[in-house]
């Protein structure tokens, strides 16, 4: 597999938009039972332009999840 600079995403704030264009990400969801089951408040402190915004996608779509039918995709 090759892997070129277009793979990275840069602009990206919509999680499924990055996945559906076969971008490359780095997989956060381990830190996922801690934010979800952790404190009350969760601050998250990243420097301008470090994926904050694509991380709170990535646990909306997360949680959107029907577990009981995968495949179903409405709300």
Same mark, same amino acid.
């Given at each position: 597999?090759?892997?070129? %600079?277009?793979?990275?995403?840069v &602009?990206? /704030?919509?999680? /499924? /938009? #990055? $996945?559906?264009?076969?971008?490359? +990400? $780095?997989? !956060?969801t %381990?830190c996922?039972k /801690?934010i #979800?089951?952790?404190?009350?408040v969760?601050?998250?402190?990243?420097?301008?332009r470090?994926? !904050?915004t #694509?991380?709170m %996608?990535?646990?909306? !779509?997360?949680?959107?999840?029907? +577990?009981? &039918?995968p495949?179903?995709?409405s709300?």
């Amino acid at each position: 597999m090759t892997v070129s %600079s277009t793979d990275f995403p840069v &602009n990206f /704030e919509d999680f /499924e /938009e #990055l $996945i559906n264009q076969g971008k490359i +990400y $780095i997989d !956060k969801t %381990s830190c996922l039972k /801690e934010i #979800l089951t952790g404190a009350v408040v969760t601050m998250l402190l990243r420097h301008r332009r470090f994926g !904050k915004t #694509l991380s709170m %996608s990535m646990i909306e !779509k997360f949680v959107e999840i029907n +577990y009981s &039918n995968p495949d179903d995709r409405s709300r």
